[in-house]
């Protein structure tokens, strides 16, 4: 099994930045994906961006620009940074780890209002 711990979500003017972070503990495989999805009330959960432990990216239309995806290997953490942030935006974000099995964060919340 592999734990995510997340941090790094709050409140936030539209226009402005946060950065996420998830650490992965637990059986690590060497090869892995891991990735943010974002969820909102009534909505199914969407990808928002994924890194492979390779380093290839992939990312949502949505926030193509705007959004970074990074991973330290070392540390097992996966950062997401978040730029021009705009009020659709708003949703929880969960860490994604994929390698021989799947595990998810608990979420955290991310708010872009004025």
């Known amino acids: 099994q592999v734990q995510l711990v997340e941090s790094g979500g709050g409140l936030v003017q539209p226009g402005g930045s946060l950065r996420l972070s998830c650490a992965a503990s637990?059986?690590?495989?060497?090869?892995?994906?891991m990735g943010w999805h974002r969820q909102t009330p009534g909505k199914q959960r969407e990808l928002v961006a994924s890194i492979t432990s390779g380093g290839s990216t992939n990312y949502a239309d949505s926030v193509k620009g705007r959004f970074t995806i990074s991973r330290d290997n070392a540390k097992n953490t996966v950062f997401l940074q978040m730029n021009s942030l705009k009020p659709e935006d708003t949703a929880v974000y969960y860490c994604r780890y994929t390698g021989g099995f799947a595990s998810w964060g608990q979420g955290t919340q991310v708010t872009v209002s004025s």
């Open positions: 637990g059986s690590i495989f060497r090869v892995n994906v």
